[in-house]
């Protein structure tokens, strides 16, 4: 028993140091994803992602795309081939967007 | 027929359509307005006072900044488009643009398109704006420039030669996954706006988009547009004319022309045929043999047809 618990000890010791470590750290990097824009749609067209991610869309066809929150949130110009918009979702929630070049172009990006 | 026969008149049509990506005519005779093609208007034996009063001139998706395969020369394709129309002997009255004046909406596109624009001898010019002239973030450049005529509100009437025109705006009222739209306001004001005409008035509406559905995966319609073509059907002579899908689609519904124009700029391939509706490359030695088979064919590439039309 007593030699399991001095076993244990430095084990316990060292996790407790990690923790200090990381929490001395600077800020762990955001969170980053990316949609393409391809053919005419996002892919992905769903996407979950938490506060904090930066997410950039970048445009892989020859036609100019714009991203567009359905809520008015954000909207970006033109994106024509190999343009890319960026946007930091900074709440969580459920983000639908659309081209409103081709409204048909729908994606959703849930922050959790 | 003899094959030369066959081939003449096979020659002409070609010719026709050959130049078809210009722009078309539209004359006015006994208060019905007739599409001519702009090349046999332009051509001096077909002198356009037998097609009725040349009226106004319809140009759409010139597509300034545009600089891909599908037409690397789109600032070419407009100066021959504007060449065309300012070599008729009879100058039309008007000149329509149904919109995507630019690709972008960047200052710089609109001012080499303005600048292209006032080459015209024609110097009265009409706008709607196209999706792609919407599409800067602030959406203010199509209008700190073309505006004034709608007060920014974008859509507007005028009469010109007892023609009563309405000029509607439909891409800016979009919902995700949805047609576009004209939007509640719109609609209250062409009602009260066509109200206020005789049903004997000829009526041109022109947008942007479709006022028919054409083909909706595509967004190629306007969700709305129903409860304004109802308001249609009393006059005699409705003209709606749409730019937006590059390419010729005609429709006849009572005393209700509907007509789509070409683009200047590039060709986008038939409804459903592709992944979407993007520029169309047409490799020019196909082109050419393609532009013998059907008038679907002959839409593909308006610079190359050009081309094409020099050999025949």
Known sequence: ?112 | MTDDQTLKGRRNALKCMAYGGAGTLFALAGGVLTPVDLAVAADTKNAATAFGKPLFVQLSDTHIGFAKDANPDVNGTLTSAIELINGMSQQPALIIHTGDITHLSTPEQFDLAGQMFSRLRATELHTTPGEHDVADATVSEYFSRFGKASANKGYYSFDHSGVHFVSLINVLSFKAGALATLGAEQLAWVTADLKARSSSTPIVIFAHMPLWTIYEPWGWGTGDADQLLQQLRRFGSVTVLNGHIHQIVQKVEGNMTFHTARSTAYPQPAAGTAAGPGPLKVPTEQLAGMLGITSVSVVKHPRSLALSDATL
């Open chain 1, 1 to 112: 028993m007593i030699r399991k618990i001095n076993r244990s000890l430095p084990a316990a010791l060292s996790v407790v140091a990690l923790m200090l470590v990381s929490a001395a750290a600077p800020a762990a990097p955001p969170e980053t994803a990316r949609i393409a824009i391809k053919d005419f749609m996002f892919a992905p067209m769903e996407l979950t992602t938490h506060v904090g991610a930066v997410v950039t869309w970048v445009n892989q066809d020859d036609e100019p795309h714009t991203i567009v929150s359905a809520t008015g949130l954000f909207r970006s110009g033109a994106l024509d081939t190999d343009m890319s918009y960026t946007f930091t979702f900074d709440k969580p929630g459920t983000y639908r967007v659309f081209c409103s070049i081709h409204p048909q172009m729908t994606a959703t990006i849930i922050v959790e």
